[in-house]
Nanobody
Framework: QVQLVESGGGLVQAGASLTLSCAASGRTFSKYAMGWFRQAPGKEREFVATVNWSGRSTNYADSVKGRFTISRDNAKDTVYLQMNSLKPEDTAVYYC???????????????WGQGTQVTVSS
């Protein structure tokens, strides 16, 4: 089992920056690829970003490419999502998740956090 706890969400204005953190506990964090997903009201959960076990490889949704950066610190069992130039359409609940594979499909992620709300006002 891996327990994941997100933090860092909040209410910001368009153009601002925000950093989300996801602290892991339980099984060896460094064994897992980590991903960030988000779900806006009335919409399906969508992929945002993923990082492989070492942190050397990352992948992003086109909608956030160039604005968001995913990273991890295996010594701290934590994954981050740095979000810059936020837009109102980034408003959603953001979830971190752990997977045995470095993929973007939510179906491949075994463990999920409870989510943190990000609201971007115009």
């Amino acid at each position: 089992q891996v327990q994941l706890v997100e933090s860092g969400g909040g209410l910001v204005q368009a153009g601002a920056s925000l950093t989300l953190s996801c602290a892991a506990s339980g099984r060896t964090f460094s064994k897992y690829a980590m991903g960030w997903f988000r779900q806006a009201p009335g919409k399906e959960r969508e992929f945002v970003a993923t990082v492989n076990w070492s942190g050397r490889s990352t992948n992003y949704a086109d909608s956030v490419k160039g604005r968001f950066t995913i990273s991890r610190d295996n010594a701290k069992d934590t994954v981050y999502l740095q979000m810059n130039s936020l837009k109102p359409e980034d408003t959603a609940v953001y979830y971190c998740a752990a997977s045995a594979a470095y993929v973007s499909s939510a179906n491949s992620y075994y463990y999920w956090g409870q989510g943190t709300q990000v609201t971007v006002s115009s």
